[in-house]
């Protein structure tokens, strides 16, 4: 059985395939199909957004275990900012450095208690275009007031996790895996598809 993952963020997929890769699927994502799909996020919610791009491929793909994700950042001193925009707040298609960069400017004097934020991550799962089931995993953290480490992807140099005392780009994979949003929901989706395969 086939797994595909709606996503064609390299970053992305290499993170979820970690965390599957105990299951007795195939894991793809979009670029392994060789087919170019470019599916507007255009909802207002993580959710609807994560359905979205699922239903498209699983239309396509009936046989196949479709898993759509979107996930994002919100920043309570800017609520809800930059949410269901987090890829593409600096602008169409810029890098993750501008996205970080252009927030950090924002919060400039902003106090360190007042830079709270959340990551969430809803997940989806469909087979022939049907919803079966969705998770969400979130972890609130705060925007530093600088960029730190050079793992990870994303939002992940600033979003600094007091407990650890490092950002999330500070942290090994092994470990954000288990703590982060993503993290969360695809563990969830993991524990339920053990008992679905």
Do not use: Q, W
Not at 134 to 143: A, N, T
């Amino acid at each position: 059985m086939r797994l595909i993952v709606a996503t064609n963020n390299k970053d992305k997929f290499k993170e979820i395939k970690k965390i599957l890769s105990s299951l007795k699927l195939e894991i793809l994502y979009l670029k392994d199909l060789n087919r170019n799909f470019n599916i507007r996020e255009d909802k207002k919610t993580f959710f609807e957004n994560a359905f979205k791009k699922a239903k498209v491929i699983s239309k396509i793909y009936k046989d196949d275990l479709v898993v759509g994700e979107d996930s994002g950042l919100i920043v309570d001193y800017i609520y809800p900012r930059p949410g269901v925009y987090s890829k593409r707040y600096a602008g169409k298609n810029v890098t993750y450095l501008e996205n970080n960069l252009k927030l950090l400017k924002e919060l400039e004097g902003v106090k360190f208690k007042d830079r709270s934020a959340k990551f969430i991550c809803s997940v989806v799962l469909l087979k022939n275009a049907k919803l079966i089931k969705s998770f969400e995993g979130s972890v609130r953290g705060f925007i530093s007031e600088k960029i730190m480490g050079n793992n990870g992807f994303g939002y992940d140099p600033i979003f600094y996790l007091p407990k650890f005392k490092k950002t999330f780009a500070e942290l090994p994979l092994s470990l954000k895996n288990k703590i982060s949003h993503r993290g969360k929901a695809f563990n969830l989706l993991k524990k339920y598809l053990k008992k679905y395969i």
